[in-house]
Structures are given as structure tokens and as C-alpha cells.
């Protein structure tokens, strides 16, 4: 079956540092990949999405890339900000069910300290 | 607003008490989802509607678990029996359905303890 692992959490920053969070997928076919975000006290909220191999999400100033020979769809960020505090999910798509059907990662905290 | 909206947000009840859970989804999204996320947990998959059908239920984890969604708009989750392993936040999520693209967009939830 589809499965999503995600580094483990929580990851504490400092204000301006580099930001990753690693992802890795297995699934059959070509599944859809996304990023979602969970501010506190706030809905799940998709922050990017990459559907095909060699495709960049991107999102305020959130990067992820999707990588099929590494199954890898790791989230980067270049200068993370105290409003970034959240968690982060991956998740795919396997486009071959019928919907959308999203399988989760379980989930990275994130704190920026300033 | 016009985003998913789910009632009651956090609801306490006793071991063995029935429970319904409303999810109010996005106007016009055909496609309804309910997940169910444990603390520390990504969310997991329970049921997902294509109108009024249940189109996938194979999340459902017993036969306490039922949703129905008669007019193809809001959707109720019911869960008879309630037992404590079920405490958890409930997810609604609306979206165009199909395949691939896969955007959805999720309710606040509704935080379910069961004493």
C-alpha cells in the first residue's frame, strides 16, 4: 500500500535559518505529491503540490521537488520566519482511485524562535 | 466564511454514547472527506463521498463508524457505541474530486473525547 514517511520532529529554529524537512514516499504508479501546513488553532491547508516527476512546488518561499528515483519530496525554505511555527505534512495522491484520496506522513512540528 | 465548516468543534461524551459529527462542505465541491487525525498523527483516511454516494469506505475501522451525505452537500459522521479509542480530531475536506490534482480543503475539525 501507499506510505509517507517524514523526518521526525519537532525541529526548532532560529529566525532566518535554512529550513528541511524530508519526505519520503512508496507508492504504485505515479502518485501526486503534496505539502500541506497546520497553523495552530487553524484547518489543514495545502502549501504546495507537485504532480509529476522533476516538477518544483513552490509557495512562500517554500520549495519541495519531486524526485521519482529517490522517492523523495523533501519541503526546503531558504530563511524561515516565527509566523512559519506549524505543522507540516506531506502527503500523495495516487491518482489511481477513485478521488483524491491523500495518504499522510504524521506530521513535523516546526518552531521558529526569534 | 466559505470554507468547510464542521459542528460541533469539540464535543465530550460518555463510554457507549451515540455521536454525530456535521461537516458543511465548500458550495459546489462534489467530492467530501472525513479523516480522522490522533494526537501526534497524520490524518487518516475514513470515507470519502462522490455525491451522494460513498464512493471509498474502506477506511471506516468498524461497523460503530456510518456517514451519510442524503443531498450531496453536508455530510454526518455517526459513531455508535463510543469507545475511548476514538477520541481523536475528526477532518472534513471538500474538493472538485477526480484524480490527480488532489487539492483539498480542510475544516478546523471537531475534537471528539470520549470519557
Known amino acids: 500500500g501507499n506510505s509517507v514517511t517524514q523526518m521526525e520532529g519537532p525541529v526548532t529554529l532560529s529566525e532566518e535559518a535554512f529550513l528541511t524537512i524530508n519526505c519520503t514516499y512508496t507508492a504504485t504508479g505515479y502518485p501526486s505529491l503534496f505539502w500541506y501546513v497546520q497553523y495552530p488553532g487553524e484547518g489543514l491547508q495545502l502549501l504546495l503540490k507537485?504532480?509529476?516527476?522533476?516538477d518544483k512546488g513552490s509557495n512562500k518561499g517554500f520549495e519541495a521537488t519531486y524526485r521519482k528515483e529517490t522517492t523523495s519530496f523533501h519541503l526546503e525554505k531558504g530563511s524561515v520566519q516565527v509566523s512559519d511555527s506549524a505543522v507540516y505534512f506531506c502527503?500523495?495522491?495516487?491518482?489511481?482511485?477513485?478521488?483524491?484520496?491523500?495518504?499522510f506522513g504524521e506530521g513535523t512540528q516546526l518552531t521558529v524562535n526569534p | 466564511g466559505a470554507g468547510v465548516s464542521q459542528t460541533p468543534s469539540n464535543k465530550v461524551t460518555e463510554k457507549g454514547k451515540y455521536v454525530e459529527l456535521r461537516c458543511d462542505p465548500i458550495s459546489g465541491h462534489t467530492a467530501l472527506y472525513w479523516y480522522r487525525q490522533s494526537l501526534g498523527q497524520g490524518p487518516e483516511f475514513l470515507i470519502y463521498f462522490q455525491g451522494t454516494g460513498a464512493a471509498d469506505d474502506s477506511g471506516l475501522p468498524n461497523d460503530r463508524f456510518f456517514a451519510v451525505r442524503p443531498e450531496g452537500s453536508v455530510s454526518t459522521l455517526k459513531i455508535q457505541r463510543t469507545e475511548r479509542g476514538d477520541s481523536a480530531v475528526y477532518l472534513c475536506a471538500s474538493g472538485h474530486g477526480g484524480v490527480v490534482t488532489g487539492e483539498l480543503f480542510f475544516g478546523e475539525g471537531s475534537r471528539l473525547t470520549v470519557l
Open positions: 507537485a504532480t509529476k516527476a522533476d
Open positions: 502527503a500523495l495522491s495516487d491518482g489511481e482511485t477513485s478521488g483524491s484520496r491523500l495518504t
